[in-house]
Nanobody, 124 residues
Framework: QVQLVESGGGLVQPGGSLRLSCAAS????????IGWFRQAPGKEREGVSY????????YYADSAKGRFTISRDNTKNTVYLQMNSLKPEDTAVYYC?????????????????WGQGTQVTVSS
């Protein structure tokens, strides 16, 4: 059974950091693209960052560039999102999604498997 489990969310002050984890089970990261997405109240889910497990390529939305870093540990079958310099507008539920593909697709509709999400709240 394919499963993605996010963890690492929480409450952090502006300027702080969090590291989110996306643990995969029932499949390996190989041959998959993993994306981190977020959804704020009243807004659509949007892509934040992606990693292609085939070649290690990464992609960041403009909102994440320079602040977020996506990485993977194939031995743990886990993808991470290191988030630094967090802002109140980063507040959202963060989800990871997986798609078996050779290239990065950024649209939400292309992702086949999803985790349950983890809440990130940036507030003083």
């Amino acid at each position: 059974q394919v499963q993605l489990v996010e963890s690492g969310g929480g409450l952090v002050q502006p300027g702080g950091s969090l590291r989110l984890s996306c643990a995969a089970s029932g499949f390996t990261l190989d041959y998959n693209v993993i994306g981190w997405f977020r959804q704020a109240p009243g807004k659509e889910r949007e892509g934040v960052s992606y990693i292609n497990s085939n070649d290690g390529n990464t992609y960041y939305a403009d909102s994440a560039k320079g602040r977020f870093t996506i990485s993977r540990d194939n031995t743990k079958n886990t993808v991470y999102l290191q988030m630094n310099s967090l802002k109140p507008e980063d507040t959202a539920v963060y989800y990871c999604g997986a798609r078996r593909a050779r290239a990065i697709y950024t649209a939400v509709r292309y992702y086949d498997y999803w985790g349950q999400g983890t809440q990130v709240t940036v507030s003083s």
